[in-house]
C-alpha cells in the first residue's frame, strides 16, 4: 500500500515532523529528510500493526491530490511511502502455493496498480476476506 504524507520541513533547530492523514495519531520525525521516510514507514508499520491486533479495518491510502486540496496542510511537503503489508505482524514465512497462471497474472497487475507487491496484496486480501466472514458470524456488525 502507498500512503501519503504530509511532510513539515525542518531547519537547523527542528527536526521535519511528518503526519500520515489516512491514519489518524500516526506521526514522525527525522533530523534529515532521508532519516523522516524511514522513520515515517516504520510508524506506519507499527500503526498498521495495532489496528490489526485491536481487529480494526486497515484505512485504504487517499488520493494524494485530495489530501493536497486539505487548508490543514497548506504549506507543506507530500510523499507517498510504500508499505509492504507482508512484513506486518511476526517474521514472514515463505509458503509454496499453486495458482492457474490467469489468476496469477491478475494478482500481480492488480498488485502492481495498488503500489503493492505480491505478498502484500495476498496479506491485505485474506486479511480482508476475514474480516468479513468475522462481520458475517457476528451478525452483520463488523469484526473490532
Request: aromatic share 4%; proline share 5%.
Given at each position: 500500500?502507498r500512503?501519503?504524507?504530509?511532510?513539515?520541513?525542518?531547519?537547523?533547530r527542528?527536526?521535519?515532523?511528518?503526519?500520515?492523514?489516512?491514519?489518524?495519531?500516526c506521526?514522525s520525525?527525522?533530523?534529515?529528510?532521508e532519516e523522516?521516510l524511514?522513520?515515517?514507514?516504520e510508524?506506519i508499520?507499527?500503526?498498521?500493526e495495532?489496528?490489526?491486533?485491536?481487529q480494526?479495518?486497515l484505512p485504504?491510502?487517499?488520493?494524494?491530490?485530495t489530501?493536497?486540496r486539505?487548508?490543514?496542510f497548506r504549506g507543506?511537503?507530500w510523499a507517498v511511502v510504500d508499505?509492504?503489508?507482508?512484513?506486518?505482524?511476526?517474521?514472514?514465512?515463505?509458503?509454496n502455493?499453486s495458482?492457474?497462471?490467469?489468476?496469477?497474472?491478475?494478482i500481480?497487475?492488480?498488485a502492481?496498480?495498488s503500489g503493492?507487491?505480491?505478498?502484500g496484496f495476498?496479506?491485505?486480501?485474506?486479511?480482508d476476506?476475514?474480516?468479513?466472514?468475522?462481520?458475517?458470524?457476528?451478525g452483520g456488525?463488523?469484526?473490532k
Amino acid at each position: 500500500m502507498r500512503y501519503p504524507i504530509a511532510i513539515e520541513t525542518g531547519d537547523k533547530r527542528h527536526a521535519y515532523g511528518v503526519v500520515v492523514p489516512d491514519l489518524p495519531g500516526c506521526f514522525s520525525a527525522g533530523d534529515t529528510l532521508e532519516e523522516t521516510l524511514t522513520n515515517a514507514r516504520e510508524a506506519i508499520l507499527l500503526h498498521l500493526e495495532g489496528l490489526l491486533e485491536d481487529q480494526t479495518s486497515l484505512p485504504q491510502p487517499s488520493a494524494l491530490a485530495t489530501l493536497q486540496r486539505k487548508r490543514e496542510f497548506r504549506g507543506w511537503t507530500w510523499a507517498v511511502v510504500d508499505v509492504d503489508l507482508s512484513e506486518l505482524g511476526e517474521k514472514a514465512t515463505r509458503i509454496n502455493i499453486s495458482l492457474p497462471q490467469r489468476i496469477l497474472r491478475a494478482i500481480d497487475s492488480h498488485a502492481r496498480r495498488s503500489g503493492e507487491t505480491r505478498s502484500g496484496f495476498l496479506a491485505r486480501a485474506a486479511i480482508d476476506a476475514m474480516r468479513g466472514e468475522a462481520g458475517k458470524r457476528s451478525g452483520g456488525r463488523p469484526a473490532k
